[in-house]
């Protein structure tokens, strides 16, 4: 059994790349593809092409795909800084007829997505590996801001205070989106109470020493 499965694998012709003739579109390994779901009434699956494979007189040909899981798909489910448009790469496998293609999208890197101009329905971004067996992701912790020591998601907007450089949600600092937009200077609670404090004692200067370890704190 194992032996003749071999044999046809031995057969594969490997392609640079395929048209998806219902979509008119041609994808290559490393693109990130859109794969009809199961269930209609729910968003389509994200994958990204690890290699097209064809019998070899070119029929019968089939995508190997790794799967980019949702956040709602996760083991957790979806954490409060977990983006709307974040995915996460995994370690499932699979091999799937190219005709589940619905379309092309782009995962970008944390970094690229955060700096992007405008953000299509097509966009999407990945900063967490997915271990699907254990629900694990890699790294396993990630940078935290404010004072409710969150991980960023990129769909809330946050202000820089002036004084320490950590980030914080306007709400976390008990103002409004439009109010922290207007601000040219802010300064987070701990950093106008230290202001104070090195004002009325010029020589207490451990600002930076403190809030640089503050800023350091990791968490999942
Ligand atoms: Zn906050
Ligand atoms: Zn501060």
Redesign the pocket.
Known sequence: MHQSMAKVRGNEKTLDSYTVKAINESIRPGDCVFMRSPNPSKPPYIAKVDKIVSDDNGSNVKVHIRWYYRPEESKDGKQPFHGSTEVFISDHRDVQSPDTIEGKCKVHTFKSYTSLDDIGNDDFFCRFEYHSSTGDFTPNSVAV????E?PYNPDQFMIQCDGCTDW??P??LKMTVDEAKTIEHLFCRSCSSEEQRILQNPRANSRNSTMKVETKRRRR
Do not use: L, Q, V
Request: net charge negative; glycine share 0%.
């Open positions: 801001y404010c004072t409710c969150m914080f949600h709400d976390c």
